[in-house]
């Protein structure tokens, strides 16, 4: 059996669906930064998530810095940005836009390099209460001018941007806490926790940020929140009591949904 042919065994012996696929870029990734092949294929074998191995993930067709102990964006949160860019569209020119909850900062990554191929530049700020996801954001979105503030929700972001902020990604943790330890192994144990448990009903965060939004989006503002789909209907009401105008997308492609809250423009 051939070398890569061996790593492919391993990994499918450990039930690893995309054997094929993981085996080429854990040895590609052994070639380029000199690391040991069988130190990394052994360390995914025990589970660690692949990101952690390689150091990146590909989001939104774009490679994105992955740190260990930070969240792994999920594909299906490209549809949030998608929502975001559609909206970012209608608005004048550089809307300001805040990352919350931001991991890796790969939604503003995203939403920047989606919107400046169209000559769209928008003004970027994220925020994160893990210091660890503040370091990797910081390796993303410094390069393209964004600042990565520390802390929790709110708390960091500059005072000049209340009531100025056009769009606000909020990937908020929504795993109901009862609910995590039937997560996957690499979510559950790599993973902080904090970027996962969204309290007794997934919604613990999310109604924190929805309390707090009003006062520093702009008029006309949205916050775009993903969710799971029971939860959807629950969410709309918290927006709709705290004023907000709300409205469910969902994608069977993604199998997302994507909650949207729109500020009135007075």
Not at 66 to 93: H, I, K, Y
Not at 180 to 204: F, H, N, Q, T, V
Not at 213 to 226: F, K, N
């Amino acid at each position: 059996m051939t070398p890569i042919g061996d790593v492919v065994a391993q990994l499918r012996a450990a039930g690893c669906v995309f054997a094929e696929d993981e085996a080429r870029l854990l040895t590609d990734a052994a070639a380029q930064t000199g690391a040991d092949l069988a130190e990394l294929v052994a360390r995914r074998v025990s589970g660690t998530p692949l990101e952690y191995l390689l150091g990146w993930t590909e989001f939104h067709g774009i490679r994105v810095a992955v740190s260990s102990g930070v969240f792994v964006p999920r594909q299906r949160t490209a549809f949030l940005v998608d929502n975001a860019a559609e909206l970012a569209r209608t608005m004048p020119a550089h809307p300001v836009v805040v990352d919350m909850c931001c991991g890796s900062g790969a939604l503003g990554l995203a939403l920047a390099t989606i919107l400046a191929a169209e000559g769209r530049p928008i003004e970027l700020a994220a925020a994160d209460i893990e210091p660890t996801a503040v370091e990797c954001a910081r390796r993303n979105l410094t390069p393209i001018g964004a600042h990565v503030y520390e802390g929790d929700l709110f708390q960091p972001l500059p005072r000049e941007l209340r009531g100025r902020i056009d769009i606000l990604l909020a990937n908020t943790p929504y795993v109901p806490s009862e609910m995590i330890s039937r997560m996957p192994p690499e979510a559950r144990d790599y993973e902080p926790r904090a970027a996962l448990d969204g309290g007794p009903d997934g919604l613990d965060i999310f109604r924190r940020v929805v309390t707090a939004a009003r006062t520093w989006l702009a008029p006309g503002g949205h916050l775009l929140v993903e969710s799971s789909e029971a939860q959807a209907r629950p969410a709309i009401t918290v927006l709709s009591a705290h004023g907000f105008t709300g409205r469910i997308a969902e994608s069977e492609e993604f199998y997302a949904t994507v909650l949207i809250g729109t500020k009135s423009n007075t």
